[in-house]
């Protein structure tokens, strides 16, 4: 079982420019969800996805943000316009609520990481 | 709103020695989970060990165990034999675990972090 990859590892771009990241969680997973995390600090919460339905979006999410999970596997966060406070980690985890296919059980609603995407914005 | 405390900002242990990490957390809810990652410089989040607040036996996963106190609300993360490996930031993070609704809320709150360094 691979674990969650995001895509690309380190973005560099100017302000104002568009980027979009990618996401890929553990197959079978049913959640996802994005967080960032600025130097030092834990990471903050921004949306996260019950197979296509995005359940919760933080104040943090500006309307320069937008997340899709248009068929429930991979999701996209695209941040249209960037500034430079937008520089951080871009992390994603994914997890199992409920019962999968399979049959296991997501009790605890685990999160698992990837390895992020770092954004520099100059 | 929930909020998660490490008041320890860097912790130095020797190598083979134990070490305790601090987390005290916040919440009003009486459902909830507590989750602890570590995050090496590579800077990847590796999940080490749950406890949910109604569990009655403290929380073990090998090396790692968490002393789960309820009623001073922490739940502080053990690290016996440490091994130089160990060094990286770790997290303790609380999600609430079910609304009104019956569904589990899916987003984690994290205190600030603690840089565990182990020395040889």
């Known amino acids: 079982d691979t674990g969650v990859s995001q895509d690309p590892r380190h973005k560099i771009t100017k302000r104002g420019q568009n980027v979009t990241f990618r996401c890929d969680p553990i197959?079978?997973?049913?959640?996802l969800y994005w967080y960032r995390q600025t130097l030092g600090q834990g990471p903050e919460f921004l949306t996260y996805f019950q197979n296509e339905a995005q359940l919760e979006k933080s104040r943090l999410l500006s309307d320069r943000f937008s997340a899709e999970r248009p068929k429930g596997s991979f999701s996209t966060l695209e941040i249209q316009r960037t500034e430079q406070g937008d520089s951080a980690m871009y992390l994603c985890?994914?997890?199992?609520f409920g019962r999968g296919a399979s049959g296991q059980t997501g009790i605890t609603d685990t999160q698992y990481f990837g390895p992020g995407t770092r954004l520099t914005v100059l | 709103a929930q909020k998660i405390t490490q008041t320890q900002p860097g912790m130095f242990v020797q190598e083979k020695e134990a070490v305790t990490l601090d987390c005290t957390y916040d919440t009003s809810d009486q459902s909830y989970g507590l989750f602890w990652y570590k995050q090496p410089s590579s800077g990847e989040m590796i999940f080490l060990i749950y406890q949910g607040s109604y569990d009655e036996q403290n929380a073990t996963e090998g090396r790692y165990s968490l002393n789960f106190q309820k009623a001073r609300k922490s739940a502080n993360l053990v690290i016996s034999a440490s091994q130089l490996g160990d060094s990286a930031m770790y997290f303790c993070a609380m999600r609430l675990r079910i609304n009104a609704g019956g569904t589990s809320y899916g987003k984690l709150t994290f205190g600030q972090g603690t840089i565990l360094t182990v020395h040889p």
């Open positions: 197959s079978e997973h049913n959640r």
């Open positions: 985890a994914s997890s199992l």
